[in-house]
């Protein structure tokens, strides 16, 4: 038995998470050297030190909700900034475990420590990327989306931008909430060969394009969309591509096509006058 607990403690010791024994008053009875190490201090000098001497003050909120909700169900977690004693900050994220007695009382807790410094970093990073490519997406003329063929045949849209929204007359979370949102504003003579080039496309896996008409409240309008198909990790299709309002051109091609049926037809009633004379 002696031999078991020792081959513990020298388990908890030399641990890579940080660990600590906590009496009832909060103060440091024991640590691990990935606790002291986490906190650039040598482990006895914790001894008698107080936990929340190494917590940020602004979160010591998150701290005080943390150690309440250990006293209440047992074991808590949250994620906040730990202080060296150096005073530099770290994010850390840590989990509270009640210590009872014999007789159920409060005898302490243990915390067990780890540093998502790096982790905090990359997230802040993605979401920068996000917010850029949010604004980049909404400021590109036409529209940014990407289109799931699932392998159940079902459709969705993980994500369209607000120009894609304006186009089609949907508002961006109701396309993303359910395809046939889109699809049910696309003119009834324009949906099934929609769907044939989608098919077409996903089975031949060749590039996507379609020209066809969307019903909205401002009317009728022309799209054209492309998009390239690449497999998923689940075996989804999935399209990422540019959609773009050609309601324009197309006003002006007929334009052009009535223009020159026009001219053509003056120019067949003139060589019939030329004929008669």
């Given at each position: 038995a002696e031999s078991e607990l020792l081959d513990i403690s020298m388990a908890l010791k030399n641990a890579v998470e940080g660990i600590a024994k906590v009496n009832e008053d909060s103060r440091f009875l024991s640590?691990?050297?990935?606790?002291?190490?986490?906190?650039?201090?040598?482990?006895?000098d914790f001894i008698g030190r107080k936990v929340t001497d190494f917590i940020a003050s602004e979160d010591m909120g998150k701290w005080l909700t943390c150690f309440g909700g250990m006293l209440r169900d047992g074991k808590s977690e949250a994620e906040l900034l730990g202080v060296t004693d150096g005073g530099a900050q770290f994010h850390e994220q840590i989990t509270l475990v009640k210590k009872v007695g014999t007789n159920s009382d409060f005898e302490g807790y243990y915390i067990f420590d780890k540093d998502i410094t790096k982790r905090k970093a990359t997230e802040a990073s993605l979401q920068k990327s996000e917010a850029r490519f949010h604004?980049?997406?909404?400021?590109?003329?036409?529209?940014?989306?990407?289109?799931?063929?699932?392998?159940?045949?079902?459709?969705?849209?993980?994500?369209?931008?607000?120009?894609?929204?304006?186009?089609v007359g949907v508002e961006p979370d109701r396309a993303m909430d359910d395809a046939s949102n889109v699809f049910n504003n696309v003119h009834p003579e324009d949906l099934h060969p929609l769907m044939e080039t989608i098919e077409e496309s996903a089975r031949e896996m060749t590039v996507f394009v379609f020209e066809g008409r969307i019903l909205t409240d401002q009317g009728v309008r022309w799209f054209h969309a492309i998009s390239?198909?690449?497999?998923?990790?689940?075996?989804?299709?999935?399209?990422?591509?540019?959609?773009?309002?050609?309601?324009?051109?197309?006003?002006?091609?007929?334009k052009i096509r009535t223009l020159n049926e026009n001219l053509s037809e003056r120019v067949e009633k003139l060589a019939a006058v030329n004929q008669e004379l």
């Open positions: 640590v691990n050297e990935s606790y002291a190490s986490l906190h650039g201090m040598p482990s006895h604004h980049l997406a909404t400021h590109v003329p036409g529209g940014i989306y990407q289109f799931i063929r699932h392998t159940n045949g079902l459709y969705s849209f993980p994500y369209v931008s607000p120009g894609f929204g304006r186009i390239t198909p690449e497999y998923t990790e689940d075996g989804d299709i999935s399209f990422n591509g540019l959609l773009t309002d050609i309601t324009d051109k197309k006003v002006a091609d007929q």
